[in-house]
């Protein structure tokens, strides 16, 4: 199916409807967003004369909920000037404008009664061929558009999005029964290529997969605490990071999420899943009713599993709630000999095989869950998916798993996940056995470079469809690296094109990640052709090994630690100035040296939920890989009079002065951190290398040159005196600290280039000499130490 979709209509404005409204946005599609129009008048609505036929009233819930959403954080648009390509109106007047978009999504109050009426309305402005689509994470889809024309039911499905739309993957596309499959097709491609979302493909069945087998989880959970009489602490310590979960783990996000949800959910479930083997699970607990009677819902009403306690000296601490008691207590920090035994394992697959053996209340936790997992999980297919990988997608993009039941079952080994199942009482679907006749010792496996998973139709493994367009680095890794040291890789990707992936711990940049964008560099300039600067971790670099560069600076080991600094600056230019292209991949958190390499490669792939900065400053330091340097170059490169020039350059030291991230891609072209035109963001992560890829084959097929090397006109005293007023003013206002006055200076007379009486032009080389002395002089500050060693400790910065 051919279309193409430049306008949206969004039903309903609440949190999730503004939500998926800013997301289309967001990727530049034009967006109508309706809601109901007022049924009385507010106190102000009065004072002001208005009725109830005034534009102001009638679209007032409307652009309350928009505004709202747009102020919310964590923010629904990757830049708020997107908010533009959304117009707003309401549904008694501005219906029938609906005749002029290409897709319809629903997302009104999950009342059968409510949404049949929606489309009934619908119906009679919706113009052939439209899309209709509804948010529901439950409600039949033969209920809800029964008594529909045959065109609508033909173009119509549910597209379940999670909740923040921008950030949570899981796409989930349930066709209703009449829907074409060139509409299905469609949805599905357009979830993945154009929202950058995880599409799954669902069966019309009570909360679909995610919700099903997630809500399942937290259920079962709840009962084996009980039983184990595991505090709140402790479940959290055991269900998040250690296993591969948010920090959240499962109570603090139920807390997020809102009790009141979960049990509306749950109970959904027990209603409407009477043929589950596991129903029993989802009836409430009695602690769960007492809290849900108090109002204890979680942050909405600020008490839930935890509760923010204010001391009589004004001094706040979150307390945990007693699941025996309930009454609330101090948190108390958890601690397992299980989760001990993990500490120097890094890859969290690796941990599951040890965490399962544990002699602790934690291994028989463990225990307990993951049997009730993989049985659960086993049983579900086919009813709610005829395939394995796609409940493992949706675990991963809904819920935030690092891994999926599937995947954490195979980490552990299939036979010992039967064993497990067995041992803890429960029984595994019968196609399980189907598996072990045919000596499979896996539910997935890797063939050159594809991912293949076991199909319980055909009794054999098969290629997991949609990866032609990704190069996904775990299945390519092991046959395709040339080169690796202890901190990174480089593999050939075909065509003459390399990556170097980062392998540190947290990928920072320390000199084994250097050495490799080197040797990658030298390669590409004798036997091969580009080099990408390519992982696919949550997060691309944190930047420096601080820990390295603490250590040093105590021991005051200036000349290893002025060559450290200097290989990091030559390497950035090599990068800029190499004879074969070099790109980048930035993902999630991408700040420091990681911003710094950025700046400094022929193009940028980033990702959308990029989070990029110089954040040195935080440390006590001015960036020193070549980021102060270039950020200066950046702002001489443009054509402006000087009086611009100068604000162009104010802001750039602000930028740099107050350690700002770009809380998207899109918004570090504004920060002047991307530069339109040459870098690009996609919103599909997965599809950054296959892109970054292409670009580099356009640019050698374009005839690539080293880039010349340019001088750069650097202002002075002009602009020096313009730094050092606004250091002094901002620690006059007390907004600023001594310290935070004296890195400002350093700053400033950096990018001012030096104290020079006139505007000059110097070299990139003045510059990084400049930059390079400034960021030593201040790691022989004490004030400096202090701040690396509170980051060390707390991942937070101090201000002293």
């Not at 306690?309 to 000999?337: C, M, Q, R, W």
């Not at 991912?451 to 390519?476: A, R």
Request: net charge neutral.
């Amino acid at each position: 199916m051919k279309k193409h979709i430049k306008k949206i209509a969004v039903i309903g404005s609440g949190i999730m409807g503004s939500g998926i409204a800013c997301h289309f946005a967001n990727i530049g599609v034009q967006v109508l967003l309706l809601d109901i129009a007022p049924k009385e008048l507010t106190d102000s609505e009065k004072s002001k004369g208005l009725s109830l036929d005034h534009p102001l009233v009638k679209d007032r819930i409307v652009n309350t909920n928009l505004q709202s959403a747009i102020k919310s954080n964590p923010a629904p648009l990757y830049n708020k000037k997107f908010a533009d390509r959304i117009e707003t109106g309401n549904l008694d007047t501005d219906l029938q404008k609906i005749s002029e978009v290409d897709w319809i999504i629903e997302v009104v109050v999950e009342r059968l009664d409510i949404k049949q009426k929606v489309f009934e309305q619908i119906e009679k402005h919706r113009k052939l061929g439209t899309f209709v689509t509804s948010n529901t994470s439950g409600i039949p889809i033969q209920f809800m558009n029964k008594g529909r024309s045959q065109d609508f039911r033909e173009h119509f499905a549910v597209t379940h999005f999670f909740n923040p739309a921008r950030y949570l993957k899981l796409f989930e596309v349930v066709p209703g029964p009449d829907c074409k499959k060139e509409v299905v097709d469609f949805l599905m491609s357009f979830g993945a290529k154009y929202l950058g979302k995880t599409t799954v493909l669902a069966k019309d069945t009570p909360a679909f997969i995610g919700n099903r087998i997630g809500i399942f989880g937290i259920m079962s959970m709840l009962h084996i605490v009980k039983e184990l009489g595991l505090t709140v602490e402790e479940v959290d310590k055991l269900t998040g990071p250690i296993i591969g979960r948010p920090k959240s783990a499962t109570f603090r996000t139920v807390d997020v999420v809102g009790l009141d949800t979960l049990i509306h959910v749950a109970n959904g479930l027990y209603e409407n899943c009477k043929i589950d083997e596991s129903v029993e699970l989802f009836k409430i607990p009695d602690f769960i009713q007492t809290m849900l009677d108090n109002k204890w819902l979680g942050s909405k009403t600020k008490q839930g599993f935890y509760k923010k306690v204010v001391d009589e000296n004004g001094k706040s601490a979150i307390h945990a709630l007693d699941l025996n008691t309930l009454e609330y207590h101090p948190v108390k920090k958890a601690n397992f000999n299980s989760l001990s035994a993990t500490k120097t394992i890094d890859h969290v697959k690796y941990r599951f095989k040890v965490l399962i053996k544990g002699k602790d209340q934690a291994g028989a936790f463990y225990r307990k869950t993951f049997a009730a997992l993989f049985a659960y999980v086993s049983n579900r297919i086919p009813e709610i998916s005829d395939e394995i990988y796609r409940i493992d997608d949706a675990m991963k993009a809904g819920f935030g798993w690092q891994h999926g039941p599937f995947e954490i079952w195979d980490a552990i080994g299939f036979e010992n996940g039967l064993n497990l199942i067995e041992a803890e009482g429960y029984k595994a679907a019968d196609w399980t056995q189907n598996l072990k006749d045919v000596q499979s010792t896996s539910f997935y496996t890797v063939k050159e470079g594809k991912k293949y998973v076991y199909d319980i139709t055909s009794k054999e493994q098969v290629k997991i469809p949609g990866q032609d367009s990704f190069i996904i680095l775990d299945n390519i890794r092991e046959a395709q690296t040339i080169w690796s040291n202890s901190e990174a890789s480089i593999q050939h990707l075909g065509d003459g094109v390399l990556n170097v992936e980062f392998q540190s711990k947290m990928n920072t940049l320390g000199s084994g990640v250097l050495q490799a964008i080197n040797k990658g560099i030298d390669l590409a300039e004798t036997e091969y052709d580009a080099v990408i600067l390519g992982n696919q971790a949550t997060n691309f670099s944190v930047g420096a090994n601080l820990a390295m560069v603490f250590l040093l600076a105590i021991e005051q080991e200036y000349d290893e630690l002025n060559f450290a600094v200097q290989y990091f600056q030559n390497t950035v230019m090599r990068m800029r100035y190499s004879s074969c292209p070099t790109l980048i991949t930035p993902r999630g958190l991408t700040l420091g040296g990681g911003c710094e390499l950025s700046l400094h490669a022929d193009k940028v792939i980033a990702a959308a939920e990029t989070y990029t900065g110089l954040v040195e400053f935080g440390v006590g330091v001015i960036p020193g890989g070549g980021g102060t340097k270039e950020m200066t170059k950046r702002v001489s490169d443009m054509v402006l009079k000087d009086d611009v020039k100068l604000n162009r350059m104010r802001d750039a030291f602000i930028n740099i002065a107050m350690a700002k991230v770009a809380t998207s891609a899109h918004e570090a072209y504004d920060l002047g951190y991307y530069v339109q035109h040459k870098d690009l963001v996609v919103v599909n992560e997965h599809q950054q290398i296959a892109t970054a890829k292409k670009h580099a084959l356009q640019m050698l097929d374009d005839g690539y040159l080293t880039p010349t090397p340019q001088k750069v006109k650097v202002l002075g005293q002009q602009v020096l005196g313009m730094f050092q007023v606004g250091a002094d003013s901002l620690v006059a206002g007390k907004y600023a600290s001594e310290h935070d006055r004296l890195i400002a200076n350093k700053l400033g007379y950096v990018m001012a280039g030096g104290d020079l009486s006139e505007p000059t032009f110097v070299s990139e080389q003045y510059l990084l000499n400049l930059e390079r002395e400034a960021f030593l002089s201040l790691l022989g500050e004490r004030k400096t130490l202090e701040r690396i060693q509170h980051m060390l400790k707390t991942g937070k910065p101090l201000r002293n």
